[in-house]
């Protein structure tokens, strides 16, 4: 943040801000650092896949860092808040390529307070995580290069990982596109195709 911040003096913060830099490996935040996050217009690109492995009273976060500042790891929910986009990655091979995993552990953070509606954490896997590339769009429009992937799903579901979020997106009368169930435990999609730039890279061969 003093960088960023010793840019902004010289440059000008609109322009630090228009720029839309994009950090990597975002874990370790203060309620100082968040707000500055949102001052500075940054982007927090994170591995949810990290708290899924390590996060919680007892995992390698607490062990090493002791349980107080462990709870204080990936805090998602307060970024979002402060208006600070999100991006997702996975950090492969630290941790696998797994694009529905990395939702749901956002969604099912270890620390409660942490988690973000499987909504917000799909949209940062997909549209916030594309950036500011001039081939890619974020969006599947008629017209654009079609970047996409087909998953093989047994149902799509509106829910909210606990009852910080408001029920009304829950309501079917709401709209809100549904999504798989993201219940730890439950059985996540399986890939069947994946289309870069308009072009096939990847069928699943029982298809």
């Known amino acids: 943040m003093e960088g960023f911040r010793a840019a902004a003096e010289k440059l000008g913060l609109a322009r630090i801000r228009a720029a839309r830099h994009r950090v990597e490996h975002v874990e370790m935040l203060t309620p100082e650092t968040v ?17 899924a492995l390590w996060g919680g009273e007892e995992g390698m976060y607490a062990d090493r860092l002791g349980a107080e ?8 929910a307060a970024l979002l808040r402060a208006g600070v986009p999100l991006a997702f990655g996975s950090d492969s091979p630290v941790t696998p390529l797994d694009p ?19 909504r ?41 990982p606990d009852d910080r979020v408001a029920r009304w997106s829950t309501d079917p009368r709401s709209g809100t596109p549904g999504l798989p169930d993201l219940t730890p435990g ?21 298809v």
Do not use: K, M
């Open 120 to 160: 917000a954490a799909f949209t940062a896997h997909t549209r916030a995580a594309g950036g500011r590339r001039p081939r890619r769009r974020r969006t599947l429009v008629p017209g654009a290069p079609a970047d996409y992937a087909v998953w093989r799903t047994e149902e799509l579901v509106v829910q909210a």
């Open 100 to 118: 529905w995993g990395t939702v749901r552990a956002a969604a099912f953070h270890r620390t409660p307070g942490h988690r973000i509606s499987a």
């Open 35 to 51: 707000a500055a996050f949102a001052e500075l217009g940054l982007t927090a690109s994170v591995q949810p896949a990290f708290d």
């Open 186 to 206: 439950a059985d996540l999609p399986v890939c069947l195709r994946t289309v870069v730039h308009g072009r096939t890279v990847f069928v699943r061969p029982d």
């Open 69 to 76: 500042r462990a709870r204080t790891l990936n805090p998602y």
